[in-house]
């Protein structure tokens, strides 16, 4: 990997949340395959949570993701594993991730996928905004 693909802690400005948006994948390592078919190096998110809640390490943070089309530059992204259907343990782990992101990069603004005016994708089909108000999340 070049220097390019390099993230500096300065650079994240926003914190993305996708989802897997599939029935074929159920875990992280389905999802590295994938990404990986694609042609990419290996999965294109840096946190992925499985339906049972389990966080998994993707990219680490210093290495540029592959999940936010023109702002890889400038994000982390975490994803959920489902299209819409997510359980429990999973939103339990996401505010975790999130929390524990906004304490190392406390200026990056927190958005859905679909926030991103680009982009026509759903993903991750709830209002991330609306739901980090609820949880008390900022
Ligand atoms: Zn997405």
Redesign the pocket.
Known sequence: MGASNLLQKNDIKYLVV?CSDTDTTDTAIDIHKLHLEFGWEGIGYHKIIEKNGKIVNGRPEFWKGA?VYKFNDKSLGVCLIGKSNFTRKQYISLKQVLIDWKKKYPYAVILG?KDFSYTK?T??NFDVKLWCEREGIL
Do not use: L, R
């Open positions: 996708h999940h996928h994708k993903c991750p």
